[in-house]
């Protein structure tokens, strides 16, 4: 872990942590040329590896590559990435400065009470959209949940942390074991979905079902599944019961997300969101241009 006072690349001061997990810490830091330049706001994000992390050297590739992949991507529910470097001790990213809470956060303090369908509604709208952009680009985020969604002071809804965007997709050339157990290792496995615990190519469903488990979660405070592995949950028959603030419209919607096979799960986020969001409207929609069967 960097002190605080130590200045990374010679640019940027490390002066509060944000947090600190087994990998890795995140800090506020004052940019040195944001304030040379008297920008208005000099302070960015910083998450820096730990020096003696476990799988480093997997870390640090995924760390680079995440800058380099992500910081084109500007969306206003993406937390903006704008660099990372190598400063002969610590590798680090750079990005937007937050100020809010995770969602993690928010339903951790609300110990097991909801949120009110208008708030999760207004998380999953947002985080779709963040996605839906990710999509057009033809990448998966693959780890969306609590600890990834922020809430900003002035209500805005910003999706963090891609590294697993990165992992490889699995293919003949690599060794299917090693690769399967490095992506396992990368996943949160409450909200991956069976086919991302399975080692299946990478699909827009997969965030599709991660974005469902945490819109169950928003509505009722609790998980689908028991915070059981989808894989788990399958063999266990577990049925998810329906939350008593929604209608049964949106029901069949949530569930179609909830759904642990890909083949009965609704195949996009933008669909999903548009459909339990305002559901009345999408039918309606549908009737005037399709047979509804």
Known sequence: ??????????????????????????????????????????EV???????????????????????????????????????????????????????GSSLAQILADRQGQPLSPSMSFHIVRAA????????????????????????????EVKILDFGTVLMPRLSPQHDRATALLDQIRFLTPAYASLE??????RAESDDVYSLAVVAYLALTGTHPY????????????????????????????LASGLALNRRDRIETVGEFVQRLVRPHWFYRWCGQRMPLS
């Not at 010679?10 to 040379?36: H, K, M, P």
């Not at 969306?75 to 750079?94: A, E, M, P, T």
């Not at 998966?140 to 809430?151: Q, R, S, T």
């Not at 915070?227 to 919607?253: F, G, H, M, Y």
């Open 45 to 99: 994000a910083v998450k820096v590896l730990k020096p003696d992390s476990k799988m480093r050297q997997k870390l640090v590739q995924l760390l680079h590559r995440e800058a380099r992949l992500l910081r084109d991507f500007v969306h206003r529910n993406l937390v903006r990435i704008y660099d990372s470097d190598y400063d002969g001790k610590y590798h680090y990213l750079v990005m937007e400065l937050l100020k």
């Open 226 to 253: 028991a915070r059981c592995p989808a894989d788990e949950a399958l063999k266990a028959n577990l049925i998810p019961a329906a939350p008593p603030t929604i209608s049964p419209a949106q029901w069949r919607v």
């Open 1 to 42: 872990m960097a002190p605080l006072g130590y200045v990374l690349g010679d640019r940027f001061v490390l002066v509060e942590v944000i947090s600190e997990g087994g990998t890795s810490t995140v800090y506020r830091a004052i940019d040195r040329i944001g304030l040379w330049a008297r920008e208005q706001n000099p």
């Open 196 to 201: 991302m615990l399975t080692g299946e190519p």
């Open 128 to 155: 779709g959209q963040g996605l839906a952009h990710m999509h057009s680009q033809g990448v998966v985020h693959g780890d969306l949940k609590p600890g990834n969604i922020f809430m900003t002071s002035t209500g």
